[in-house]
């Protein structure tokens, strides 16, 4: 208090400073309160700023506006706001007309007067009450688990609709000025590009599948450990398997099968099918500040191809978004075909013409015979495999956990931190819905299937009965 009335004095000790302002954003009952101590030279006026409802709560999709010293809104930043700053903000309206030497208004003068335009209004396509579940359970998961960063992103594959989008730590957009770290409006799901690790051994177990190189019952011998060039390469936890199958790679998760797997596809073929999915370049969603992972390792010739296949078959070496990773899980859902993600569904322009965004098939990736043995593989990893704590009792799910070692920013090689990530679709044979739940360095568990599975469990089931789907078992 002590340090506010300071402040105050300051303003108004300043000399040859008729006007001062001292507080903004002030709301009715306040204003009534004070204005009716009557203060000499106490004086208000009204002005329009942006005010976010939710707090929050859907903060990294919304953004902010930055306003200047006059109060008046003028520029986006960060997410909606900024990437349809031009269409949100409408044109200013203003008014040309003759001064006299004292600088006032000459009345009988001529005067132009260019009316102000609204902004246009945009429709989202996220479900409030989904968003709003999703969110608060994030939250509470990534402080349980005292992870630095985390993401929730829910789509609908077939036609890229963004359902919720929750990013972690959060920040209030009607307070931003407030946010110690800038960090904070990052939106993590579009921001954040991480190794993925084991969640990519479904898009090398997609490319073996559609090129034919594998079936699900295929079998190949598991020695523990692969040696390429003066590297070995093991399984975690050092685990020799011995005989397994495909479907056994996915469910026990097992980098010598997915290297199996992506020496048989090729090098060439694996770049193609990465790209296909969408790795290595903006999944274009109408967000500010939206990155596109990083795929180079794969054309880097230092080390050999058969080392940069061998460590990206099972997503190390190469990085991505967790929209990007939803997103190629979401062409699995849609039977093969990659969608662009979308979260406007429609513009509404100032003169009422309304414009509503089409679901935009952008090509297909495998096969839909590949797209149903996959589903197949990835419903055995959540019902007997290591995603177990993601099955969502009386439903058919599919999904993969991953657990991936994060690069170290001092010295070559990786830290001792971790991401974890799953990504999952239910009901499994006709999707309504893809999950993703991600966590950058979790720190009391050491895999994906203690912390990012039971948080997808939880949403799951939610949307599930939400959306009031009938139990298939």
Do not use: W
């Amino acid at each position: 208090m002590k340090e506010y009335q300071n402040e105050l004095l300051k303003k108004l000790s300043k000399r040859n400073d008729p006007y001062e302002p001292l507080v903004k954003k002030v709301d009715k009952d306040k204003l009534e309160e004070i204005m009716a101590l009557k203060i000499n030279g106490v004086n208000y006026f009204m002005s329009d700023y942006r005010y976010y409802p939710e707090g929050n709560i859907s903060s990294h999709i919304l953004g902010y506006v930055v306003e200047n010293p006059e109060n008046t809104i003028t520029q986006g930043s960060y997410g909606l706001e900024g990437f349809f700053n031009g269409e949100l903000a409408g044109i200013a309206g203003s008014i040309k007309a003759e001064q006299d030497a004292s600088r006032q208004i000459i009345i009988a003068a001529d005067r132009k007067v260019n009316p102000a335009v609204n902004g246009s209004d945009l429709i989202l396509t996220i479900d409030k009450t989904i968003q709003n579940v999703a969110c608060r359970k994030l939250s509470i998961a990534t402080l349980r688990h005292g992870a630095d960063l985390g993401s929730v992103i829910i789509v609908n594959p077939k036609t890229g609709a963004i359902i919720a989008m929750c990013s972690y730590p959060e920040f209030d957009p009607n307070d931003y000025g407030q946010t110690k770290d800038l960090d904070f409006f990052n939106n993590v799901g579009i921001y954040s590009a991480y190794e993925p690790g084991s969640v990519y051994k479904a898009m090398t177990m997609a490319m073996g599948l559609d090129l034919e190189l594998v079936e699900p019952d295929s079998a190949f011998e598991d020695a523990g450990q692969v040696v390429i060039a003066t590297e070995t390469i093991k399984n975690a936890e050092d685990r020799v398997y011995g005989k397994a199958t495909m479907t056994e790679v996915l469910e026990n998760s097992i980098n010598t099968g997915a290297i199996y797997v992506a020496q048989k596809v090729g090098i060439n073929n694996f770049i193609k099918y990465t790209r296909d999915f969408g790795f290595g370049e903006k999944a274009g969603i109408e967000l500010k500040t939206e990155a596109a992972g990083n795929i180079n390792s794969l054309s880097d010739k230092m080390h050999g191809d058969n080392l940069n296949l061998a460590v990206a078959s099972f997503g190390q070496s190469i990085t991505a978004t967790p929209l990007q990773m939803l997103m190629a899980y979401s062409a699995i859902a849609n039977q093969g075909i990659l969608v662009k993600p979308y979260i406007v569904d429609e513009i509404i322009r100032p003169d009422g013409q309304r414009i509503k965004i089409q679901p935009q098939e952008l090509r297909r990736v495998i096969s839909p015979r590949t797209a149903m043995l996959l589903s197949g593989m990835l419903v055995k990893v959540v019902d007997s495999g290591h995603a177990k704590p993601a099955g969502v009792k009386g439903y058919y799910v599919a999904g993969k956990t991953g657990t991936a070692q994060i690069a170290s920013s001092v010295v070559r090689g990786y830290s001792g931190r971790t991401s974890h990530s799953f990504i999952g679709f239910a009901p499994a044979d006709d999707p309504e819905f893809v999950i993703i739940t991600y966590m950058q360095d979790p720190k009391d568990v050491k895999y994906a299937e203690s912390s990012v599975a039971p948080l997808f469990r939880e949403i799951a089931e939610f949307v599930l009965n939400y959306y009031q789907i009938e139990k298939e078992r």
